[in-house]
Every structure is written in structure tokens, then in C-alpha cells.
Nanobody, 125 residues
Framework: QMQLVESGGGLVQAGGSLRLSCAAS????????MGWFRQPPGKEREFVAY????????NYADSVKGRFTISRDNAKNTVTLQMNNLKSENTDVYYC??????????????????WGQGTQVTVSS
């Protein structure tokens, strides 16, 4: 009983930045951990970042540490992925997801309960 809608994707040159947003509705947002995943062609969704329900615990894939930042704004029911120093290998469709059972987040997509439709990120070299 939650809907997630991503936005903010687009085309950017290598070294540039994008900010992805995920708007949630239909459920108490602050009780859910939130994650961002990507889905390379022909592969399952891969972990990018997550943030706990309290907002004070985050985790990142090694490939994005130091470049990406996940945050949440419970007043707006949104979670954001700030993507800096983008590289061509970051090109992909990015999805936000909500997890309730643990409320702490997970690197495994199967542990999330709801997913958005995805937003395309394209980084030109």
C-alpha cells in the first residue's frame, strides 16, 4: 500500500551531477527504510544505496562511495540520491524501493516491499 515515483534522471556528461528523487505516497513514509538500485541490461537489480527509517544510518555500494549521497525528507515523503562525479558506467535505470520488515535497509532487492517505475540515467563519455 505504497506508491513510489522516481524523477530526476536524464543525460549528463562524465564528471557532472544529477539528483534523483523518489516521492512516496499511501503509507507512513517515516516507518520505511529506503533504497536505490540500478538494473544493468540482462542483469538483476543491483544495490546502490540505502537509508534506515530513522535517517541516521546509510550504506553505499563500494563503486559509489564518496560520489553518491542518499538522504530523506520525511516532511515531503521523499528520498533523494545525489549523484556527483558521474561516470559512464553509472548509465542505467535507477529504482527506488521501500523496506518495512527490518526498517534498516538491505543490499538485497528481494527484501524490499515496494518499487518505483525507474528513471533513466545516461552519462556521456
Amino acid at each position: 500500500q505504497m506508491q513510489l515515483v522516481e524523477s530526476g534522471g536524464g543525460l549528463v556528461q562524465a564528471g557532472g551531477s544529477l539528483r534523483l528523487s523518489c516521492a512516496a505516497s499511501g503509507r507512513a513514509f517515516s516507518t520505511w527504510a529506503m533504497g536505490w538500485f540500478r538494473q544493468p541490461p540482462g542483469k538483476e537489480r543491483e544495490f546502490v544505496a540505502y537509508i534506515s527509517w530513522s535517517g541516521d544510518t546509510t550504506n553505499y555500494a563500494d563503486s559509489v562511495k564518496g560520489r553518491f549521497t542518499i538522504s530523506r525528507d520525511n516532511a515531503k515523503n521523499t528520498v533523494t540520491l545525489q549523484m556527483n562525479n558521474l561516470k559512464s558506467e553509472n548509465t542505467d535505470v535507477y529504482y527506488c524501493a521501500a523496506e518495512l520488515r527490518r526498517n534498516l535497509g538491505s543490499i538485497f532487492p528481494g527484501e524490499y516491499d515496494y518499487w518505483g517505475q525507474g528513471t533513466q540515467v545516461t552519462v556521456s563519455s
